[in-house]
């Protein structure tokens, strides 16, 4: 026999806020535990990320702030959709990064949510603020580069 064929993920959703408001230095795939109702939710409506972040409880890692609309059909077995959620890695891993989060000013954001192998995951990354200064900047370098692309281009 071959070897099982390699799924491609499935992205739901992605932080877009994200990359203008910190500079993320290290990212993080971590699985997530949902309800059957979320899941389903997820796999026809979707979820925003925009107000989320992650952290460190008890030696347990939390998502907070993640919305996840509520399933149409799912009556009485739906849950709160901003409730705090359980992301799961190895204890090496969140000990690592408590001691990444320790350091001044940074933070664990969800990048993004997707499925792979139908499996939920999230993508955390490890991030620190941008000021403003730092947005200004970003945005002249892309408008830069928007240019450029504009006058190769004719």
């Not at 990212?27 to 972040?53: N, P, Q």
């Not at 009485?76 to 000013?105: C, F, M, S, T, W």
């Amino acid at each position: 026999m071959t070897e099982p064929e390699e799924r491609a993920e499935r992205l739901i959703t992605t932080n877009r806020k994200a990359r203008h408001e910190y500079f993320i230095l290290d990212s993080i795939e971590a699985g997530i535990v949902l309800t059957g109702t979320e899941v389903k939710s997820l796999r026809r409506t979707g979820a925003s990320l925009a107000d989320g972040y992650a952290d460190i409880t008890n030696g347990e890692l939390w998502l907070r702030g993640v919305h996840i609309n509520p399933y149409e059909q799912g009556s009485y077995a739906n849950v709160d959709p901003v409730r705090n959620r359980k992301l799961l890695l190895h204890r090496k891993e969140i000990h690592r990064l408590a001691g990444r989060l320790a350091q001044q000013g940074l933070t664990l954001i969800p990048l993004k949510l997707y499925f792979k192998n139908n499996v939920a995951k999230v993508e955390l990354g490890v991030a620190q603020g941008k000021r403003a200064y730092d947005k200004r900047q970003d945005i002249a370098r892309r408008e830069m580069e928007r240019s450029l692309k504009r006058q190769y281009a004719k």
